[in-house]
């Protein structure tokens, strides 16, 4: 009964949120005066929901990085509105595509000429349950985005990130996770460029990607027609044959798992060898009604997806409370290497996400793959991989 409260709670919005065992509310976040945050995709949907309740809580500096312009300037025309034009002016906004390696670099040693501390850094930027399409670098845009661009990114700011532990403080870094890793094929190693780019269609390229950020729980999953749907998407494929639906729920799957493993591979070669004060976490944030779930759905299932970008739209959580793990992990908890599960339940992940090795070969592959992809002149150009222990 527990788990059934605790699933229902995790996954929708309204009162269902309150039948989890682990309360936690956007209230509870401390002040955060004197804190300089970063957060991907911070302009709309979760993300805007994180970067609006920092800057609540007194975030002194908050750093934006996404692709629109348009995009973030109504997201701070609308935080001055709330919050007051103050407030709204303690954001800025840097052009970054996550996908591109070589602008996430340039990006990063922006933001360590602009400020000499970074206390929280939300990588929540990502390409959600969408058809696989390969990046100028060859990659899949799941992975090269959601994955690896952000571990490119932790890489380059890491040596900001121990600076500001080292004077005493504690710094929390966010995966966007799902729990559609638990879709990722069991037969997943992580061993070359080929296998990261088999599609797997859009949910099982999504969920693999978000394995790269998590660890094992218990699987809950709707079953319609003979396929499982995890339970933060509703069965938009009804009505479509089975091997599509199918290759597309694992595309999804092969992001989220990467999330999950990143985060457990961090807390292992950075939080426990020598930098107690550097967290890394990967969260869920349920089921939220955002551009993803009501626009981008629609890519890969023209008419399939109405039953989750309409159908389902009074069961989803909006942008606030999709945003409540995530803030958990980003402002509170205390231990690295979880999966936090809304509204703080720390989970186990699938069998794949607790893989250590599993998340050695991926990381492996991460590194191998940046430096070919980017031909810098240097290892350190590309992806400063050896402060992050990588090796």
Known sequence: METIKNTIGENFGGMAQSLSTHQFSLDDVPDLSGKIAIVTGGSEGIGYGCTYTLLKHNISKLYILSVSEEVAKGAKAAIGQDLGQETANRTEWLFCDI???KKVKEVAEQLKEKTER????????????MTFQLTDYGVDRHMALNHMGHVVLTSHLLPLVKKTAEQGNVVRIVNQASNAHQ?????????????????????GNYGRSKLAGVSHW??????????????????VTRGLSQAPRHHLNLLFADFSIRQILYARYFARHVTQAGHPNVLMNASHPGFVSTKMSKEDIHEPYPLGGYAMSIGMEPFKKNQFEGAVSTIFAATTITESGQYICPPAVPESGSE????????????????????????????????????????
């Not at 970074?118 to 349950?129: C, F, M, Q, S, V």
């Not at 218990?218 to 069965?235: F, H, K, M, N, V």
């Open 183 to 203: 879709a990722t094929p069991s037969d997943t190693k992580f061993e070359n460029l080929e296998e990261l780019n088999r599609d797997l269609g859009p949910n």
């Open 99 to 101: 996908s591109d390696w």
């Open 218 to 235: 218990i699987r809950r999953a709707y079953q319609t027609d003979g396929i499982d749907l995890i339970c933060s998407e509703p069965p």
């Open 118 to 129: 970074l206390d929280i850094l939300i990588n929540n930027a990502a390409r959600g349950i």
């Open 352 to 391: 794949l996400a607790q893989d250590d090795a599993l998340a050695d070969r991926l990381m492996d592959l991460t590194r191998r793959t940046v430096m070919e992809k980017t031909r810098q002149d240097s290892a350190a150009q590309g992806c400063p991989f050896d402060d992050l222990v990588l090796h």
